[in-house]
């Protein structure tokens, strides 16, 4: 992930690389171990995803988008969903039963997290920011997805300043045990 643009395009892009991703998993046979290393990728894909938008998406919305505190509790309420569904799955391995249950629930949450995103909050926040301050929001959020962990912690802080401190610590813990056990390579 990083793909440039403003940060509309970018994490609009980032959510097509998702969908794609389930595709590809739904393609692959339960029990495969290529199913469990493709839900790793997308675990790394949607935790960085994650954390990049509490760092800088929800706070923009917070301060530019009338109700933006609300909206903003809401999505972060979603991403804790997901970080709690795949934390277990991160405990999965590719011939558990609970796998396939928890993919599919994941899938679930996720679409209706980015349908949400896409039909209600993208445009509102692209009708109250320049296109230098979404053009400068695209580049720090490609920026803290670098950086950002690549496991869940469901209860790591959500909202800065708190958020912006920890992430790239958990990153570099997660991204040496990554290389450590080649999690992550793609197929």
């Known amino acids: 992930m990083g793909h440039g643009g403003n940060i509309i395009e970018e994490l609009t892009s980032d959510h097509r690389e998702v969908e794609d991703l389930f595709r590809r998993i739904e393609a692959v046979p339960s029990g495969h171990k290529d199913r469990k290393n493709l ?73 209706r997290h980015v349908q949400d995103e896409e039909a209600t909050l993208f445009p509102q926040l692209r009708a109250v920011c320049s296109a230098d301050a979404l053009d400068t929001l695209g580049d720090r959020i490609r920026t803290a997805k670098k950086l950002a962990p690549t496991r869940p912690h469901p209860s790591a802080p959500t909202t800065p300043p708190a ?25």
């Open 163 to 187: 958020n912006k401190l920890l992430a790239p610590g958990l990153g570099l813990v997660d991204r040496a045990r990554d290389f450590i056990t080649s999690r992550g390579k793609t197929l």
């Open 39 to 111: 839900i790793d990728q997308l675990t790394i894909e949607l935790v960085r995803h994650s954390v990049a938008e509490e760092q800088y998406l929800y706070p923009a919305v917070r301060e530019h988008v009338a109700d933006g505190g609300a909206l903003a509790d809401k999505e972060i309420k979603d991403h804790t969903e997901v970080e709690k569904i795949l934390k277990k799955l991160e405990g999965c391995s590719a011939d558990d039963p609970q796998l396939d249950r928890l993919f599919m629930t994941l899938k679930d949450s996720v679409t």
